[in-house]
DNA sequence: GGTGTATCTTGACATTGTCAAGATACACCT
DNA sequence: AGGTGTATCTTGACAATGTCAAGATACACC
């Protein structure tokens, strides 16, 4: 483990004793901290001491430090779920090239957020149920690509699979190369987002010749 | 964090000073380890307290907590590996199907080895690619999935696709599922085997059409 | 039997999450 | 204005972690 760094708020922070926003600026501290750390390597004190406060200060905001990292998560949900929407917006097309875009749009937050994508979707959240927010902006996310599935399932010129199937294979193959390409198994170590956006497009592409074929 | 157990060498431990085989132990015990917590809390020092020894012994055999987690993952690929080529040999069928139950196997490992299957594909392991067995045993592994996809792909009846396309397809597909399922984002808290298998089969069903068709 | 070396232990340090108790300052009320 | 209350922040403390250095032990070989 390093050694390093003593406890106390950072110099030349010259707040008032009172901080105004210390949530907000935890949060976003949080958030600036993951884009350098995996996040099993976000502490708490470290996140305090960066937002030049105590290390018990965060406990006045958030439960513990689970709680401050979901809130973080909720965020990057809310995040996720705006790209989206906002790439199917300005996108022509018929219903599953849309959904195809939203399925773009979910691997490029992807590999453009890989800490925060790892917290949002892997173990370091142990208690994800108990986290109210965070359960409700996942589930908004979860709801959007639902819903452009649906879409894609109605307009589709009826394959012989269930909307359940398809919609299930869409979120895994989604879900599985952004992991793969956060984790660097697939692509090169620093790809551009075109290529991004290339490979997921290809990606898509199968899947949707089994739905529509 | 828990207040709980204190460092000794575990109570009727009646091994010698000199232990025998340590290093074997140590792993199984990680791996014993594993199946009841997150990669991030098996501790180095739980680990050789579990094994009956003191906190440094296991670095006369690993060189931090980080290479014993790796060598425990470089094991879960060699057995994952081993489920895989286990499972197309019992199968018989077209390449397309054997290719299938390759995903099955593929998915169930990950189900019934939810912990381990976080390590080896989870960011706890910061330097993967310093971890020479970790490199070689994964690498194996991925081989013999796209083996399995190169044949599928040879006798597939030639639809559109480029086989890089659908290799990496598949693997996404069911590396998502994968993770959906040890996230317990999708299918119930305690899916059977059998209903494991069926969602499996079904999701890379669309795929398969999405080749073949 | 003596010596060497791999193996294991103990002590120590920096780090972490968390709680309890004290300090501070803002907000409101009279 | 002045006083009081309460939310906010700090300090001190404890148990836990990973890791290293220095000491203890026992097996293996000459």
Do not use: C
């Amino acid at each position: 483990m390093p050694r390093k760094a003593v406890d106390k708020p950072r110099a030349g922070s010259n707040r008032s004793y009172h901080h105004g926003d210390l949530r907000r600026t935890l949060l976003d501290v949080a958030l600036r901290l993951l884009e350098e750390f995996d996040p099993s390597h976000v502490s708490l004190r470290a996140i305090a001491r960066e937002a030049g406060v105590s290390r018990a200060a965060p406990y006045h905001h958030f439960a513990d430090r689970e709680a401050l990292l979901a809130a973080v998560a909720a965020e990057g949900f809310r995040s996720l779920r705006a790209a989206m929407v906002e790439r199917v917006a300005s996108t022509e097309g018929n219903p599953l090239e849309r959904m195809q875009e939203m399925g773009v749009a979910y691997v490029l937050f992807a590999v453009q957020n890989p800490q925060l994508y790892r917290l949002m979707f892997g173990g370091e959240l142990r208690r994800r149920e108990s986290h109210e927010e965070l359960q409700r902006e996942s589930g908004a996310a979860y709801a959007a690509l639902g819903a452009a599935m649906q879409d894609s399932m109605e307009t589709g010129s009826g394959g012989g699979g269930e909307p359940g199937n398809f919609a299930l294979s869409a979120w895994a193959l989604v879900h599985g190369l952004a992991m793969l390409l956060v984790d660097q198994r697939v692509g090169k170590p620093d790809m551009s987002d075109q290529q991004v956006e290339v490979l997921a497009r290809q990606a898509t592409e199968v899947l949707g010749r089994g739905v529509a074929g």
